[in-house]
């Protein structure tokens, strides 16, 4: 099955027994939202994770960034929740832009488990393709699927203060958040030196899809100096969306620094740049 799956695609797969669909609607401004969207109404079989506990640890103010990655234990506890085991395929959806089911998406990928797509144009587009909208909340077996952490995926902020200038950094957010302008959510505004801005959004076209992988590929070689390559963003949220975006398009993706810029500022000694 592709990383990226149509409404179409999904609808025709429902009956299968070993699917497993992750609702991952969230809004930073109320993160009881999407809990509130999904119990009104959501896709079939869909289970409800929330990225503040089920894709996040907690936070340790001034130690760690919003979103800060969860513990082996605590993926494991994630899988048996979901139900996942090896024989299992993995649908993740969002309110709209991917970038919640994209963290969802790489976090089972760095679990070792593979079958897992996101579905293209999130719920907004489910609701216009299907009239298969339920709000019953789906009967879910303990999952068996032993972790197989990637842990070369990461990089951790002292690697990357020590080696800035070897890697290709890509930041995530918004351009004005990236040159230190209109920051409203993290208390210290600028980007890691030598980033390159790369908002996430603009992986999608007008209508929320993402875009043919060979525009996504011309997209990040342009963006490229030839380094390896690092995602980063506020939390580690939306560095997911780019990493992914150049897995699909065939380019290595590289690392992920998880704690991202609200990390990053903990430590007063990181260099920025505005």
């Given at each position: 099955m592709s990383s990226i799956i149509?409404?179409?695609?999904?609808?025709?797969?429902?009956?299968?027994p070993n699917l497993i669909i992750l609702d991952c609607r969230?809004?930073?401004?109320?993160?009881?939202?999407?809990?509130?969207?999904?119990?009104?109404?959501?896709?079939?079989k869909a289970q409800f994770i929330h990225p503040d506990t089920d894709l996040s640890s907690k936070i340790i103010p001034g130690e760690t960034g919003r979103h800060p990655f969860p513990s082996e234990q605590q993926l494991q506890t994630l899988i048996e929740k979901i139900g996942l085991n090896?024989?299992?395929?993995?649908?993740?959806?969002?309110?709209?832009?991917?970038?919640?089911?994209?963290?969802?998406?790489w976090i089972l990928k760095f679990c070792g488990f593979d079958h897992v797509s996101?579905?293209?144009?999130?719920?907004?587009?489910?609701?216009?393709?299907?009239n298969q909208i339920t709000q019953k909340i789906p009967p879910v077996a303990a999952g068996h699927f032993i972790i197989r952490p990637r842990t070369d995926w990461l990089i951790d902020a002292d690697r990357l203060h020590d080696e800035l200038g070897a890697h290709c950094i890509f930041d995530a957010r918004a351009n004005d958040r990236y040159h230190g302008k209109n920051e409203t959510i993290d208390p210290v505004a600028g980007h890691i030196p030598t980033a390159e801005?790369?908002?996430?959004?603009?992986?999608?076209?007008?209508?929320?899809?993402?875009?043919?992988?060979?525009?996504l590929k011309k997209r990040f070689e342009a963006l490229s100096n030839g380094k390896p390559a690092v995602h980063y963003c506020g939390s580690?949220?939306?560095?997911c969306h780019n990493w992914f975006a150049m897995y699909e398009a065939g380019l290595n993706p590289g690392k992920l620094y998880s704690g991202s810029w609200s990390h990053w500022i903990t430590d007063p000694n990181r260099p920025i740049e505005l």
């Open positions: 149509s409404a179409e695609e999904l609808e025709n797969i429902l009956d299968n969230y809004n930073l401004a109320n993160p009881l939202e999407g809990i509130e969207l999904y119990q009104h109404g959501h896709i079939p090896a024989d299992s395929q993995v649908v993740c959806y969002d309110a709209s832009n991917g970038a919640i089911a994209a963290r969802a998406w996101i579905l293209d144009g999130g719920w907004p587009v489910w609701t216009k393709t299907s801005s790369a908002p996430f959004a603009y992986n999608l076209d007008g209508q929320g899809f993402f875009l043919p992988l060979e525009q580690g949220i939306t560095a």
